[in-house]
């Protein structure tokens, strides 16, 4: 019997089913979601049915399956993408999340141990923190507090472990640490790839995204929603914008150069990077034009439409030195 063991499909039904052809399977072997196997992608519906109806499909827990049951109980705020599957799902919402519900935290095979996000050390799959292998922004705390980044190099466990959640090398290949720690995510709902590996024998199997689905369905989202109020700027407020934007300019690359102190920054992964000027960055006002800058996103259109109304650039510039300071 062989286990196909598949990173975060996010909807992605299309490319799922060219990996599973392209696995080769009998009826006799299994297919494990290792988690996030809604939101974002084209088809959910398609994806969750998949799992429901087919006697050898089951997946694991994920951080996106555990934020649509926390957020319907009211418990946190619905993200973006909890609220676009939401509509997507339509009234059939409620009993696709009693189907959720059932996924559980981790699973223990004879070849290895699955769970969606992270692993602490010293620890058994039963004595886990529900936290850290859903993968949730708590649960990735707790684990790098006590491994740091790069916690899957502190994994200690018998068998191999095998994780979704987080695309680490960000060029269409799983991340492998020296055989014992196997990262599938690899973006595939953002035009990367879906990734698997067949037990017994850890064969890596992958399908290119046919698309960047996400940003489809943003777009498509952003579209549906009434139309916003037109406000005019002025010509003082234009000067104001870009004043504000020579400042978050000037911010970005005061926190770029803080970090490039530290000689080991380079080297870190872009996901790593992209972490350590989060925290820098911290909670402001502009906090997302900041992130937007680093990226070469930021444009002064950009950041009109983003503040939207001249009176939130005028707000902003009253707290001047919170930015620029």
């Not at 979601?33 to 939101?39: M, N, P, T």
């Not at 020296?178 to 790839?193: I, M, N, P, Q, Y």
Request: proline share 4%.
């Amino acid at each position: 019997m062989k286990h196909l063991l598949i990173g975060d499909i996010h909807g992605c039904y299309t490319e799922l089913q060219a990996l599973l052809d392209r696995a080769s399977l009998t009826s006799d072997d299994e297919i494990i979601a290792l988690g996030d196997i809604v939101d974002r992608g084209p088809a959910t519906h398609q994806v969750l049915e998949f799992f429901q109806t087919q006697p050898n499909a089951r997946s694991i827990m994920g951080n996106h399956e555990r934020k649509h049951l926390r957020s319907f109980r009211g418990e946190i705020k619905a993200a973006r993408s909890q609220i676009i599957s939401r509509a997507q799902l339509g009234k059939s919402y409620p009993a696709w999340l009693k189907f959720i519900e059932t996924f559980p935290r981790g699973l223990e095979l004879d070849e290895a141990i699955l769970v969606h996000g992270y692993w602490q050390p010293n620890k058994t799959l039963a004595e886990q923190n529900d936290m850290v292998v859903i993968g949730t922004m708590g649960g990735e705390k707790i684990v790098t507090k006590v491994c740091g980044e790069k916690w899957y190099e502190h994994y200690d466990g018998d068998k191999p472990l095998i994780v979704g959640h987080h695309d680490y090398l960000r060029n269409g290949q799983p991340l492998i640490y020296r055989d014992k720690v196997f990262c599938l995510d690899t973006s595939c709902c953002t035009g990367g790839a879906l990734t698997g590996i067949v037990l017994p024998d850890f064969r890596i199997i992958s399908i290119p995204s046919r698309a960047n689905y996400w940003r489809q369905a943003v777009l498509a989202y952003r579209a549906s929603l009434p139309p916003q109020p037109v406000f005019e700027w002025t010509t003082e407020d234009d000067l104001m914008l870009e004043k504000i934007y020579d400042a978050v300019m000037r911010r970005m690359q005061q926190l770029l150069a803080e970090l490039k102190q530290d000689e080991n920054f380079e080297q870190l992964t872009p996901h790593q990077q992209g972490k350590l000027f989060a925290e820098k960055v911290g909670r402001s006002n502009l906090a997302r034009y900041i992130h937007h800058a680093r990226l070469g996103k930021l444009t002064l259109d950009g950041l009109r439409r983003g503040l939207h109304d001249p009176e939130r650039a005028w707000e902003i510039a009253e707290d001047f030195d919170e930015f620029v300071g």
